[in-house]
C-alpha cells in the first residue's frame, strides 16, 4: 500500500491538467504541444498528446476508456510521460499486467474529478473536491501555482 501512496505522489507531482466534455469548454486549448478539441472526449484528446502516451496505455491498460468517453465532464489531473519517468519501471510493468489492472484503476481514478474545474477555479485558495474514486482530493494554490 505505501507504495501505491508513493506511486500517487509521486504521478501528482507531475500533474498536467486536462478538461474533458469539451463540449462545455468555450476554447481549444494545447495540452502536450497538441491541441485539444472541444468536439472530441478526453481520451481522444488525450491520444493526440505526445507527452500523454504513458497515460494513455495507462488507461487503456486499466480498462477506463469507455468510463471517460462517458457523460462528463470530468477533470484529469494528466501526469504526463515526465512524471511516470519518475516511477520504477518494475511497477509500471507490474501495474499493467492482470493481477494489477485493478490498482491501477484506483490509482488513475484518483486523478480523476467529476466536472469541470479550470485554473481560476483554484489559483488563490485551497480546495478539496471529490475524485470519481469518492476520495478527497487536496488541492493548494493558495500560490497561484
Same mark, same amino acid.
Given at each position: 500500500?505505501?507504495? @501505491?501512496?508513493?506511486?500517487?505522489?509521486?504521478?501528482?507531482? !507531475?500533474? +498536467?491538467?486536462? *478538461? /474533458?466534455?469539451?463540449?462545455?469548454?468555450?476554447?481549444?486549448?494545447? %495540452? !502536450?504541444?497538441?491541441?485539444?478539441? #472541444?468536439? &472530441?472526449?478526453? %481520451?481522444?484528446?488525450?491520444?493526440?498528446?505526445? =507527452?500523454?502516451?504513458?497515460? *494513455?496505455?495507462? *488507461?487503456?491498460?486499466?480498462?477506463? *476508456?469507455?468510463?471517460?468517453?462517458? &457523460? !462528463? #465532464?470530468?477533470? $484529469? +489531473?494528466? #501526469?504526463?510521460?515526465?512524471? +511516470?519517468?519518475? $516511477? #520504477?519501471? +518494475?511497477?509500471?510493468?507490474?501495474?499493467?499486467?492482470?493481477?494489477?489492472? !485493478?490498482?491501477?484503476?484506483? @490509482?488513475?481514478?484518483?486523478?480523476?474529478? =467529476?466536472? =469541470? $474545474?479550470?485554473?481560476?477555479? %483554484?489559483?488563490?485558495?485551497?480546495? /478539496?473536491?471529490?475524485? %470519481?474514486?469518492?476520495?478527497?482530493? =487536496?488541492?493548494?494554490?493558495?500560490?497561484?501555482?
Amino acid at each position: 500500500m505505501k507504495t @501505491i501512496q508513493k506511486t500517487i505522489l509521486t504521478l501528482t507531482l !507531475g500533474l +498536467f491538467a486536462i *478538461v /474533458s466534455n469539451a463540449q462545455n469548454m468555450d476554447n481549444t486549448v494545447n %495540452v !502536450g504541444g497538441e491541441a485539444m478539441y #472541444p468536439m &472530441k472526449n478526453i %481520451v481522444e484528446n488525450a491520444m493526440k498528446s505526445k =507527452s500523454h502516451t504513458t497515460l *494513455v496505455a495507462a *488507461v487503456k491498460a486499466a480498462g477506463l *476508456v469507455e468510463t471517460l468517453q462517458g &457523460k !462528463g #465532464p470530468f477533470t $484529469v +489531473f494528466a #501526469p504526463n510521460d515526465a512524471a +511516470f519517468a519518475k $516511477v #520504477p519501471s +518494475f511497477l509500471l510493468s507490474k501495474l499493467v499486467t492482470a493481477p494489477y489492472k !485493478g490498482e491501477l484503476g484506483l @490509482i488513475l481514478k484518483y486523478h480523476v474529478l =467529476s466536472g =469541470s $474545474v479550470k485554473a481560476a477555479d %483554484v489559483l488563490g485558495k485551497t480546495s /478539496s473536491p471529490d475524485t %470519481v474514486l469518492g476520495a478527497k482530493l =487536496s488541492v493548494n494554490g493558495a500560490d497561484n501555482k
